[in-house]
């Protein structure tokens, strides 16, 4: 997975709640076996030529703000793959859908939860600029800046280790092997009808 | 003083990891034809085998083509996904279910069908509905892809431990009630967000009483509420319902199975971060009527009007009337309709296609309507056609489909057309979730039946 140190780009604003996977990537750009899933990112909202992602200054957005509850719904991890293979780095939100945000993570995007107050007050700063607003985003330090904007963020070290290790989360698991081992041995003892599945031809 | 939840959490909690994340043991892991191939070649990509084979499953479902003589290239855009998952599973020496296969079916639908799921057992599954099994009392864990592949490389998921939820649905149910009019009203009354980060329970007389079936409709749209997952402590009714399944287990290991799962129950002193309830005595059948699961309404009830709506809502309420293109104030039953859907991992089992064929039976789809039946999977498809239902569909002008996910979330290209509005026994009603610019309105099996028949949502109780 791709590391996050920091970042300087151009931000878009997505000003509404409760912007669902299915919006991000919609069903129909998931059919294909290796899709341009950039392309779908947003699908049905770009073809809208005023829509943000589309305007000139922001097609290399890669910094997403947003409102409450970003990425809930359905859990397809493709609508974080449409956001990486866009370009698309850093989420700036109230709130994130559960699965979505671990799976952000995962892809190697950051996704920050903002106080509502600091998230008003940029979402203001993105709304009233008619031109793109430059943010710098700082994952070591936690900060989020612009020309007289500053916000912290907190982030679980978990997440902060991996994003900026790049780390491969399957290689940390393994390292309890031992007692995976033993667990599931002791579990054939005690529950046997768990540890197999028979199935009928 | 353990919740159910922390009884399973405990007997799969194999240590903590690195990051402070829990490996939670996966005791059956169940992918689809959605995910599998992706899966497959990151494995394949980092080099890694698959742990235990033998715990899992691969199912056909959500590309397949759900329509009447359906092959693996009736939806060409569908072959590559089915392909890939059939080599895969072959590659890995996974057990395929394809459809090729008596027991091929929507994911949660089988697993609880063919005993792959069992109460106590943790059950992964790389779709959001995975809480579903919930409803025999198995904990459902839904993942995203990179996280199956990490199922398939450890047989476990790192997870933090939820806070726990606990819904006491009070009162008895009117005789024209189902689970699904129950779970809307549910998210209608405490938001689509409520459950986030929580682990669910259901729990009081309403839920005892419900048959095995219903509580897998409660539980499958936890997901709505918000939530990862959820649960219903297993009862007797579960392990008759179980017994004698496919995979279930057999002989000496079956009594001991039975007499574990027992214990499963919450004891009377566990404490929930949310202990909520609710009568349920008065409820009418519900059905939602915008692009949230939370946008609900009784089917006696009225469109809302965002003038009467907290300020920070109004803008949300504003846009999907908009989108569902409805008038405030007006009764929701009465719009007229195009399409109807009966089917999905939330109402396609036996007892739901039986629901449904009792309103129609006699009777004929409207004329402007187009309504199609898509069996769960091919176990209930095959038991509703010895019970003669498929006719009473054909016969009333419903199309008869093969079972698979379908027009649920229409990944395979079965959907509405722009501007149809449908009422379909699915989960979301989110925009454009059934097709670009189509209208979704969730509702149970029989009241989608009569919106068929009579071409126009219907309050079944004043009609009666
Ligand atoms: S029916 Fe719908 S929710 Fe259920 S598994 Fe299929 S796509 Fe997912």
Redesign the interface.
């Known amino acids: 997975m791709q590391r996050f140190l920091r970042l300087h780009a151009p931000a878009a604003l997505l000003d509404r709640d409760n912007i669902d996977t299915d919006q991000i990537l919609p069903a129909a750009f998931m059919r294909g076996i290796s899709p341009d899933y950039a392309a779908g990112l947003f699908g049905l909202w770009r073809r809208d030529p005023a829509f943000v992602l589309n305007r000139p200054g922001w097609t290399n957005a890669a910094i997403l703000v947003s409102g409450t509850n970003f990425g809930c719904g359905s859990t397809r991890e493709h609508a974080c793959w449409a956001l990486e293979e866009f370009g698309i780095r850093v989420l700036i939100a109230g709130s994130f859908g559960e699965v979505f945000r671990d799976n952000c993570v995962r892809n190697g995007i950051l996704p920050i939860i903002a106080a509502p107050e600091a998230l008003e007050t940029l979402r203001q700063l993105l709304r009233s600029s008619a031109s793109p607003v430059q943010l710098d985003v700082d994952l070591p330090a936690q900060r989020v800046t612009a020309p007289d904007f500053t916000m912290d963020f907190t982030c679980p070290p978990a997440d902060k280790i991996a994003l900026l290790e790049g780390l491969d989360e399957i290689g940390m698991t393994l390292l309890n092997a031992t007692a995976l081992s033993q667990w599931e041995a002791q579990e054939r003892d005690r529950r046997p009808w768990r540890q197999s599945l028979e199935m009928p031809e | 003083m353990a919740t159910l939840f922390d009884k399973i959490w405990n007997a799969h909690a194999?240590?903590q990891?690195?990051?402070?994340?829990w490996?939670v043991?996966v005791?059956?892991h169940v992918i689809h034809d959605?995910?599998a191939?992706h899966a497959f070649s990151k494995l394949r990509k980092?080099g890694?085998a698959v742990r235990r084979p033998?715990?899992t499953?691969a199912v056909t479902d959500h590309m397949v083509s759900t329509s009447a003589g359906r092959t693996d290239t009736t939806i060409p855009?569908?072959a590559?996904?089915l392909a890939?998952t059939r080599a895969g599973a072959a590659e890995f020496g996974i057990?395929l279910l394809g459809t090729d296969s008596a027991m091929q079916g929507i994911v949660h639908v089988i697993s609880p069908e063919l005993a792959?799921a069992?109460p106590g057992?943790t059950v992964a599954c790389?779709?959001?509905h995975a809480c579903t099994v919930g409803g025999i009392g198995a904990l459902g864990l839904?993942?995203?892809?990179?996280?199956v592949?990490?199922v398939l490389?450890?047989?476990?998921i790192?997870w933090n431990k939820p806070r726990q939820m606990r819904i006491t649905l009070n009162g008895t149910l009117a005789p024209d009630v189902t689970a699904k009019d129950l779970i809307l009203f549910v998210i209608g009354h405490w938001g689509?967000?409520m459950a986030?980060?929580h682990a669910v329970e259901f729990a009081g007389p309403v839920v005892r009483a419900l048959p095995v079936e219903g509580r897998m409709t409660l539980c499958n749209m936890v997901t709505e509420l918000?939530g990862?997952t959820g649960l219903i402590a297993p009862d007797h009714s579960v392990t008759d319902w179980l017994r004698g399944r496919?995979?279930a287990?057999?002989g000496a290991?079956?009594d001991?199975?039975a007499a574990?799962w027992s214990s499963l129950c919450s004891d009377d002193d566990a404490v929930f971060d949310r202990d909520l309830s609710v009568d349920c005595t008065a409820l009418e059948p519900h059905i939602t009527w915008g692009t949230?699961p939370a946008h609900v309404v009784g089917l006696s009830g009225l469109i809302p009007d965002p003038r009467h709506a907290p300020a920070g809502l109004q803008?949300?309420l504003h846009?999907a009337l908009d989108y569902m293109k409805l008038q405030p104030g007006q009764p929701i039953a009465g719009t007229p309709i195009d399409r109807v859907f009966i089917g999905s991992c939330t109402n396609a089992r036996l007892s739901d296609l039986q629901a449904a064929a009792g309103v129609v039976a006699g009777q004929h789809v409207a004329a402007t309507v187009r309504a199609s039946v898509v069996p769960g999977s091919t176990t209930v498809r095959r038991e509703a056609e010895a019970l003669g239902l498929h006719r009473v569909f054909i016969d009333a002008g419903f199309e008869w489909g093969e079972a698979g996910c379908s027009m649920c979330?229409?990944?395979?290209?079965e959907?509405g057309a722009p501007g149809q509005r449908i009422v379909s026994t699915t989960n979301?009603n989110?925009?454009?979730?059934q097709g670009?610019g189509v209208m979704t309105h969730l509702a149970s099996p029989a009241t989608a039946a009569a919106a068929a028949i009579a071409g126009r949502i219907v309050n079944r109780r004043g009609t009666q």
Request: glycine letters at 12%; a negative charge.
């Open positions: 194999v240590g990891r690195a990051d402070g994340r490996l043991y005791d059956r959605l995910h191939p980092t890694r033998d715990l499953v855009g569908s590559p996904f890939q057990h792959i069992l057992s790389p779709d959001s839904a993942t995203g892809t990179t996280e592949v990490h490389a450890t047989q476990t790192a689509s967000d986030r980060g918000g990862r496919a995979c287990p057999q290991h079956w001991a199975a574990d949230d803008d949300d846009r979330a229409g990944v395979n290209g959907e979301r989110f925009a454009g979730r670009p």
